[in-house]
Each structure stands twice: as structure tokens, then as C-alpha cells.
């Protein structure tokens, strides 16, 4: 037997190996998608029993020494293909990473997001952070612990960073935050000093029914492809993949405020047209996941902002929401509805939150996210910090608790690191913007007409096909010939906000 032919071998032993374990993750999902659209009430309790059973079997399997052993052997096999290659590199990293946790930790990391969840959930209740505190007290210690475990070089949010963005620093983040903060800070200033356009028209009764086709039709001009995938309703919208011919995305639909269900909708749809856009033959491996979550949220803001807030977009779609609804938007002029959907306004609510503003909310749990971590803040003064950096940074004076510290879930869950995610994307979408307009100049005249295509096709070739085979940064620099940076974004919400707004900024 050839070298070659044994690597080869060895090489399926791995992938087949990852594909089992991708069948018990994917089988987990269908769980928990289910979980959240139609499980009955009483179902909760051995649902709950079912997930604990198949994410430990999982964490067995890619825990395995006997794994360990195949991809140790496969990294200096020379006869497998760069995509090989680089699926062993990720999976060993991956392997490596997961064995450093030791089983006490990753035991008590799931004890705590359970009881931090209840607790939160006590204290959103009774409005009161105090309630929520010991449980966030723990979890933050358990985080500091994890970050000490992982290891870093710099700073010990690193670690944490590095989980869902990898590569990714404080020291990167800083700089970009950091420019985001300069300017955009005096544009908010100025757009405060400008008439608001009205916006109390979005909350007239929208009835479901037209809500749901509408949201339909939006979903298949984008190219959402409904024999690859399904949408329910939840109370949370979100998306979730089986494999890249079954992706799941949820939507909610609110009678009393219509952009709710039209910008989640797109938003998911932009989400689910990456995961559907997966190369199938990947499929458990890493060149067959996502890149990271920076770029997952570069497809859905792209789809919700840089297209779904623009005017072209609106110049074809508005027609036939206004049939759905001529009660309510017959009189409600294009130029209207466009100024209305991107009215600016500094807000407590990070969900609600416009495009510009958005990223202050972010900035701030970054922020105090980093201190904690680097044990130069403790979780009995985030709330002070928070309410402080909320005055300062979008000049609003937190009221209660429950329009402060406790609107977000991710801290319950131990998701340390996740935030920055959001903003990344939004720069990340907006570069990726500016290549395909370099690209095709005339995009916006299809856009008119109603043709997505054109934008649908243009992911598919440049971001879509590598899951993994790039890191963010690198896809960044192959797609936009320059890496990660506010510059593109900055230069969108001038010519956009400017225009809305009459300002020169
Ligand atoms: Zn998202």
C-alpha cells in the first residue's frame, strides 16, 4: 500500500468521525429548534434530558484520544489537498482546545448558565439586578477561570474573543471601536439637532396574515430557498442549520409594529442564505461551517441594512406592501416610509437600536465586558458603569433595571466575548457592500426592479463557498483587497444619514 493511499484512508477515519459527531450536534438542533416553535408545555422536562444526553455523547466523541491520534498522524500527510489540509489543521485546533477544559470547569459552566437564566429571569421579573448578581458574580469568576485556562497573550479578554471570532483582540478592537466612537459620536449630535421624520405610522394594526406572505416574498426575491429550508414563528427569530439543504429561521410578527417582522425576517433570511450557501461535500467538517460569527452577521446586515434600509430596495418593494396595507401606508409617501425605517434616535434598547447608534450599545458591553474579565471592574459595579456609560455615550438615563443591565440574555449564558461580534459584522457588511458595488456599478437598477439575484450570486462566489478555509481576516482582505476596518462603514453612514438628514457631514 502507497503513502498516499493509507493518508487517504486515514483521512476518511477522521471524516467520518467528525460526520458522526456532526449528526448528534445537528440532531441536538432539530431539538432545540423544536423546542422553541412547537414543543408543548409539558414536553420541557425530558426535552431538556434529551440534549444533556446527546451534547455529552458529542463532547465524548471529539474528546476521543483515539481522534487525537488520526489527526496528529494527518498533519504532515503531504498527499492530502490544501482543503484537506486545512480541515485537519482547524479540527486538531479544535481538539486542542477542547481538551483544556478540565471536566469540572465545563461541568460548572453548565450548572451556572442554568442557574443564571433562572435567576435572570427572577430579576427581570421583579426589576432588580440584585437578584440576578450572585449568579453573575459566579459566572464571571467561572469566565476569568476559562480565559486562564485557554490562555492568552495580551490581555485576558483574548481568550474569550478567540472563541467566537478567532484571531480576534482586544487590541484590533480597541482601535476600530475606538475610530467608530470619534465619528460617530458628533454624527449622532448633529441628526439630534434635525427634525425627526414620523414614524407613528409603522404602529397602526398590521394584521398578521399579510404580515406572514409579506415576509414570504421577501424571503424569495432574496433567493431564500424554501425546498433547502422552512420558516415558523417563535418568540425570539433566529436561525438554525441541519445541514445546508435544511435551514430553519424563525420569524415573530407583532400587529402593532410592522418593522419588526419585515427587518427580522430579512435579517434571518441574510443568515440562513450563508448557511444554505455551505458547501455540502464539507459537511461536519470545518471547512463546512460558518467563518465565524463576524462573518455570519456581515450576510444578515448586509441583506437588513446595506439592501433592506435602502431606498432602490424600497423603490420596488413598497409598491406591494402598500397593496397589503392601504389603510395604512396609501397615504405614506416612499421618500416617507424610507425616512421613517431609518430614523435615528439614541435609545436604551440595543434590539431597537438604529444602525448608527447600535454600535454604542455594543462599545458599551465591550467595554465593561474587558474590565471584568481583566478584574478591573466587579459585577456588584457594572450597574453603576453601565448607567454611567449609557449617559455618556448616548446621553439617556437608564430608568430601571430592566431597560438597563438586564435586557440582554448573554451573559446568562456565559457568552463573554459574543457582542463585539454584532459590530464587527455591520463593518464587515458594509466593506463587503462596497466591493460588490466596485464589482457591479448598476446593482442598485436591479436592485430597483426587484432583482436580488445579482447580490445572492455575488456572495455565493466570494464569501459563501470557503466555510472555514479562511479566517475572517483573511476573507476580508480576498474579498475587499484590505482587512477589517470602520472606514466603509463610516463612509455608508455619511453619504446615507447625510442625504436622510440634510447634513454634510
Ligand atoms: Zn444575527
Known sequence: MTAGSSQEQRYLRYRDRMQQIADIRYASAVLNWDEETYLPEQGASFRGRQLATLASLAHERFCDPELGRVLESLQEAEELSPLQKRNVQLSLEDYQKNRKYPSELVKALSQAASSSYHAWIQARKENDFSVYLPELERMVALKRQEAAVLGYQVHPYDA?????????????????????????????????????????????????????????????????????????????????????????????????????????????????????????????????????????????????????????????FYEPLQKLFPENLKSVSLNAFYGAVNRVQASLIRTEADELSYHFHVMIRYELEKDLLAGALEASELK????????????????????????DIHWCHGSFGYFPTYSLGSLYAAQFYEAMLRAHPELHLQVQKGMLAPVLDWLRREVHPFGRFYTSQQLCENVCGEGLNAEAFLRYARTKYGALYGIRF
Open 384 to 407: 453603576d458603569a453601565w448607567n454611567a456609560k449609557y449617559a455618556e455615550y448616548l446621553g439617556v438615563r437608564v430608568p430601571d433595571d430592566k431597560h438597563g443591565i438586564l435586557q
Open 160 to 316: 474569550l474573543l478567540d472563541e467566537h471570532e478567532k484571531g480576534m483582540r482586544v487590541a484590533v478592537l480597541d482601535q476600530v471601536f475606538g475610530q467608530l466612537r470619534a465619528h460617530l459620536k458628533p454624527m449622532l449630535q448633529a441628526i439630534a439637532g434635525r427634525p425627526q421624520p414620523e414614524d407613528a405610522f409603522l404602529n397602526r394594526f398590521y394584521g398578521r396574515d399579510q404580515q406572514w406572505a409579506f415576509g414570504l416574498r421577501l424571503l424569495k426575491a432574496m433567493g431564500f430557498d424554501f425546498r433547502k429550508g422552512r420558516q415558523d414563528l417563535s418568540e425570539h427569530p433566529f436561525t438554525t442549520s441541519f445541514n445546508p439543504s435544511d435551514v430553519r429561521i424563525t420569524t415573530r410578527i407583532d400587529e402593532h409594529d410592522l418593522a419588526n417582522m419585515i427587518w427580522s425576517c430579512i435579517h434571518e433570511g441574510g443568515h440562513a442564505l450563508y448557511e444554505q450557501g455551505l458547501p455540502e461535500g464539507e459537511y461536519g467538517l470545518p471547512c463546512g461551517e460558518a467563518c465565524s460569527l463576524g462573518i455570519h452577521e456581515s450576510q444578515s446586515r448586509l441583506w437588513e441594512n446595506c439592501l433592506g434600509r435602502s431606498l432602490p430596495f424600497w423603490e420596488h
